[in-house]
């Protein structure tokens, strides 16, 4: 069964770096089927793809690709993301993603 599973903290200061790390069971991250997505929901609004990596090459966004950066773990089998320069407008609940599988979503508050 394969599981994911958003790590990070709920609140985040404008201006600072947002950082998710999203943890995979059941599957490894290096695997060439699938993507490794990040997606955001800001509150009242739709699904935002972010970024993500597919066959060990990272995609971006081109709104977010200037404040982006999605990495891999492969020894921890784990993804992340980091969002510089964050302001409220990146609230949202965060999930990440194999296309098929998505982790319970975390909710990421930019507040002073």
């Known amino acids: 069964q394969v599981q994911l599973q958003e790590s990070g903290p709920g609140l985040v200061k404008p201006s600072q770096t947002l950082s998710l790390t999203c943890t995979v069971s059941?599957?490894?991250?290096?695997?060439?089927?699938?993507?490794w997505m990040w997606i955001r929901q800001p509150p009242g609004k739709g699904l935002e793809w972010m970024g993500g990596?597919?066959?060990?090459?990272?995609y971006y966004s081109p709104s977010l690709e200037s404040r982006a950066a999605i990495s891999r773990d492969t020894g921890n089998n784990q993804f992340s993301l980091q969002l510089r320069s964050v302001t409220p407008e990146d609230t949202a609940v965060y999930y990440c993603?194999?296309?098929?599988?998505w982790g319970q979503g975390t909710q990421v508050t930019v507040s002073s």
């Open positions: 059941g599957d490894s991250i290096t695997s060439t089927s699938h993507w």
């Open positions: 993603s194999r296309g098929d599988v």
């Open positions: 990596i597919f066959r060990g090459i990272t």
